[in-house]
């Protein structure tokens, strides 16, 4: 199950993990944000310890929505271990595409990455 971020675990949360995060901003009332839902645990499978899944409820976490200036949701960032963004989708994506992102954050090359560079 994806780590639930909010404005007062934020902070220490991500200084204190040394591996890349994926954090998915929804909304409860948003369609597509379940879409996303449903593949946050096809992530964690794939990636394990490698990678923390995260999301974050705008609605009860305005302070982080504000920090990362959320319009429009879903919204994913992924996040290296230099605490720097790597990578971000606006709107439902696909599992692959998810993939990528993080694959990025932690500095991973994919499949195709590998052999096209």
Sequence with gaps: MALELT??????????TDVA????FYS???????????????LETYFGERACICTVDITRNPKLAQKYDIKS?????????DKMVKDYELGA??????ISMIEKAIGEKGFFRRLFG
């Design 7 to 16: 404005d007062k675990n934020y902070v220490t949360t991500v200084e204190n």
């Design 21 to 24: 995060l994926f954090i998915d």
């Design 28 to 42: 409860p009332h948003c369609g597509p944000c379940h879409e996303v839902m449903a593949l946050l645990d096809i």
């Design 73 to 81: 949701v879903p919204f994913c960032v992924s996040i290296g271990e």
């Design 93 to 98: 994506a696909s599992v692959e595409r998810y």
